[in-house]
């Protein structure tokens, strides 16, 4: 396992397309966490799962947003009806107690157009 | 490559000097703190940690100092190299296993 892994890399899409990122943790890391970061800023928090279970989900910048960790081990990350206000890194990372050892993966640019 | 940070506070240091970069945390009641690395295009590297029963901590060329007092911490970078040039932020522990990250700054190490 070489560390987090995030798909797509890049991601342009059209405004008010639904788009789908994927993230597969570390394959022991049993938490899993999605950031998002906007140019000039730090990643902010949107939400974590222990296991399959989302754990916070307070901080999810709209109910457009979701996210899901079927069987816990990869998750997905939808955004529906995107706008441009939605143009990001989206970044995924995982740990395996708490936040200690938080892996960050390399993150999904998306660029609404 | 992308920039991570158009704005970002910019610290210029000649290769080979010390940088030090410093950051301002909002909770006193975090009790843990992380330094990152970010380079264009890439997702946060962890640099080093420290829990709040300390006050310092010394990886590999890296220390971090934590002013409790003053909610202040700082990254020391010894003999910087042209690699390390990257954006670099710090973060703190919060509610919901989540942390929450300070306003980065760009280092550029000068040949």
């Known amino acids: 396992d070489t560390g987090v892994s995030q798909d797509p890399r890049h991601k342009i899409t059209k405004r008010g397309q639904n788009v789908t990122f994927r993230c597969d943790p570390i394959s022991e890391h049993n938490r899993l966490y999605w950031y998002r970061q906007t140019l000039g800023q730090g990643p902010e928090f949107l939400t974590y799962?222990?296991?399959?279970?989302?754990?916070?989900k307070s901080r999810l910048l709209s109910d457009r947003f979701s996210a899901e960790r079927p069987k816990g081990s990869f998750s997905t990350l939808e955004i529906q009806r995107t706008e441009q206000g939605d143009s990001a890194m989206y970044l995924c990372?995982?740990?395996?107690?708490?936040?200690?050892?938080?892996?960050f993966g390399s993150g999904t640019r998306l660029t609404v157009v | 490559g992308e920039s991570v940070g158009l704005h970002l506070p910019t610290l210029s240091v000649q290769e080979g000097d010390n940088s030090i970069i410093n950051c301002a945390y909002s909770?006193?009641?975090?009790?843990?703190f992380i330094w990152y690395k970010q380079e264009s295009g890439k997702g946060p590297q962890f640099i080093i940690d420290?829990?709040?029963?300390?006050d310092k901590r010394q990886g590999q060329r890296v220390t971090v100092l934590l002013n409790k007092t003053v909610k202040h911490l700082s990254l020391q970078i010894a003999a910087t190299q042209p690699g390390d040039s990257a954006v670099y932020f710090c973060?703190?522990?919060?509610?919901?296993?989540?942390?929450?990250f300070g306003g980065g700054t760009r280092l550029m190490v000068k040949p």
């Open positions: 990372a995982s740990s395996l107690l708490d936040y200690y050892g938080y892996t």
């Open positions: 973060a703190e522990n919060g509610a919901g296993n989540m942390l929450t």
């Open positions: 909770n006193s009641a975090s009790d843990y």
């Open positions: 799962f222990q296991n399959e279970a989302q754990l916070e």
């Open positions: 420290i829990r709040s029963n300390m």
